[in-house]
């Protein structure tokens, strides 16, 4: 299924790499019994999952409330206010592929070789033995519709995929062949951090 691609508005590098947004009429059901916000220690980098090609590196953060309500105060709130001004296009680039609960993911692309070409659509996520393409790409810098960067170029766009990306479990992130595992490797920070946080917040309510 070819990608709908939604022309975003170009933000500025440090917003571009925090504005994301699932839709206010899709709920995110990895958000379900969620633990409180305010209470996560965890940066940015810490969860984003990294996939280099000979030319070109992507970055791929999670955009489930579940994932980035772990983060520390300063990334989580600017995180989830953008994603609430993004809303709106996220739920009618769902709603138009019949999709209730997209996953969401902010994806960087940057560029190691000048002109070096890209395809968005080949980055696929396979999760519970299911298979995913992005089913709409929403360009947050004009840079994202060339498909083309130059050395040392940064493009960022919101991903849209169908729901059943379970992160709370294995999965692989792959493009053109090649293949990342890192979110294995991180999901057990994730566990460890959400036990935390639980701990924290039912701490401070102690009288």
Request: proline share 6%; hydrophobic share 45%; aromatic share 6%.
């Amino acid at each position: 299924m070819k990608a709908r691609h939604i022309m975003g508005v170009a933000l500025s590098t440090g917003v571009v790499h925090m504005a994301v947004a699932i839709g206010a009429g899709a709920q995110d059901t990895t958000a379900v019994d969620t633990v409180p916000a305010g209470f996560g220690t965890l940066r940015q980098d810490q969860i984003a999952i990294r996939l280099d090609t000979r030319t070109v590196q992507f970055r791929i953060l999670p955009m489930s409330e579940a994932t980035i309500i772990l983060m520390a105060p300063d990334s989580y709130g600017p995180l989830h206010r953008l994603r609430q001004t993004r809303a709106a296009e996220i739920a009618d680039a769902a709603g138009r592929m019949g999709v209730a609960t997209p996953g969401v993911f902010l994806v960087t692309a940057f560029s190691v070789e000048d002109q070096a070409p890209f395809d968005p659509e080949q980055l696929t996520i396979t999760s519970r033995n299911r298979f995913f393409r992005p089913m709409a790409i929403l360009p947050l810098s004009p840079l994202w519709s060339q498909h083309r960067l130059t050395q040392r170029e940064t493009a960022t766009a919101i991903f849209v995929y169908e729901d059943g990306i379970d992160l709370f479990d294995a999965l692989t992130v792959e493009y053109a062949g090649v293949v990342s595992h890192q979110w294995t490797q991180t999901l057990p920070l994730v566990e460890r951090e959400r036990a935390r946080v639980t701990a924290r917040a039912a701490q401070q309510r102690r009288p």
